[in-house]
């Protein structure tokens, strides 16, 4: 199936959101719980996976395609939303925490793109959203992803989602990148994805990076974020309040004057 043509704008900084102009009859599909706003015209229906219907037809295609979503850790539903209007009408998307919004023209890359579970925010109608299999063992055990990454397919406009600030590197042939596991936002369908031990007893153990990071071989595109989520949540987690209502400065002797005195030094 052919994707939609649509036109978009990217707003923001570090807590951006997509305006999507569909034309009459257009229709953006977009995850469940990113919608922002939408003008009048527009028109919400919640649908079975994707909508793209790629693995057939009826109530078993439906189902199958809501189930890979399942799978990647994702919501039964999607939402679509069509331009019921005789004009050019809006509907918005936004970023569920800081960090910005990739848009990706799939076919620039051949019409495929492998990333990171719980990134994919929106796509014109036709793209398909899947799952993509690691036939790596190491890499599916330790990979942080483990065996399981989002698989974007299509002809048309997709967006995706990252933490912090994103960085975008072209490998070249046999060119490889180490990068922390959670790092990953995505990457082209030529790029080779495994895992490799960090190595050393003092880096394993003391070393606070865990024991794997990721190698990426080229060539392909290979797009990198600073903040994961798993990363932000740990932080907020460490130092939420205890037992009591005490954050963990709390338990010096200077109690809340100690906490300006040290200012704010929770992580």
């Given at each position: ?8 704008q990217?707003?923001g900084?570090e807590m951006?959101y997509?305006?999507i102009e ?10 469940a ?6 003008e009048n015209?527009i028109?919400m ?5 994707d909508?793209?219907?790629?693995q ?10 809501a189930g890979k979503?399942?799978?990647t850790?994702e919501?039964?539903f999607m939402?679509?939303f069509?331009?019921q209007g ?14 910005k919004?990739l848009?990706?023209?799939l076919t620039?890359?051949?019409?495929k793109f492998?990333?990171?579970?719980s990134?994919?925010?929106c796509?014109?109608k ?7 299999f ?6 599916g055990l330790?990979g942080?992803e483990?065996?399981?990454?989002q698989?974007?397919?299509g002809d048309g406009?997709?967006?995706v989602?990252?933490g912090?600030?994103m960085a975008?590197?072209e490998?070249?042939h046999?060119?490889?990148?180490k990068?922390?596991?959670?790092c990953?936002?995505?990457?082209t369908?030529d790029?080779?994805?495994d895992?490799?031990?960090i190595?050393?007893i003092?880096n394993?153990?003391f070393g606070g990076?865990?024991l794997?990071?990721?190698?990426l ?8 974020q600073s903040?994961p989520?798993?990363?932000?949540a740990d ?5 939420a ?15 809340g004057?100690g906490?300006l ?7």
């Amino acid at each position: 199936m052919q994707a939609h043509e649509i036109d978009y704008q990217i707003f923001g900084e570090e807590m951006q959101y997509v305006e999507i102009e569909l034309d009459p009859q257009e229709i953006v599909i977009a995850e469940a719980g990113s919608f922002m706003m939408m003008e009048n015209n527009i028109q919400m229906e919640t649908i079975f996976g994707d909508g793209s219907q790629q693995q057939g037809s009826g109530l078993f295609g439906k189902l199958l395609n809501a189930g890979k979503r399942v799978l990647t850790g994702e919501s039964l539903f999607m939402t679509a939303f069509l331009n019921q209007g005789n004009t050019k009408s809006k509907v918005s998307f936004a970023s569920p925490y800081p960090g910005k919004i990739l848009p990706i023209d799939l076919t620039e890359f051949q019409g495929k793109f492998i990333c990171q579970k719980s990134s994919f925010l929106c796509a014109a109608k036709g793209v398909s959203v899947g799952i993509e299999f690691s036939q790596k063992l190491g890499r599916g055990l330790f990979g942080g992803e483990g065996f399981i990454m989002q698989k974007i397919e299509g002809d048309g406009m997709t967006f995706v989602h990252s933490g912090g600030t994103m960085a975008k590197k072209e490998l070249a042939h046999g060119e490889v990148l180490k990068v922390d596991t959670g790092c990953i936002i995505g990457f082209t369908k030529d790029v080779d994805y495994d895992i490799e031990f960090i190595g050393g007893i003092k880096n394993s153990i003391f070393g606070g990076e865990g024991l794997f990071y990721a190698t990426l071989k080229g060539p392909g595109t290979v797009y990198i974020q600073s903040l994961p989520f798993s990363r932000l949540a740990d932080r907020i987690i460490a130092s939420a309040p205890r037992s009591g209502g005490n954050s963990r400065e709390e338990g010096s002797l200077l109690g809340g004057l100690g906490n300006l005195l040290d200012g704010d030094n929770r992580f």
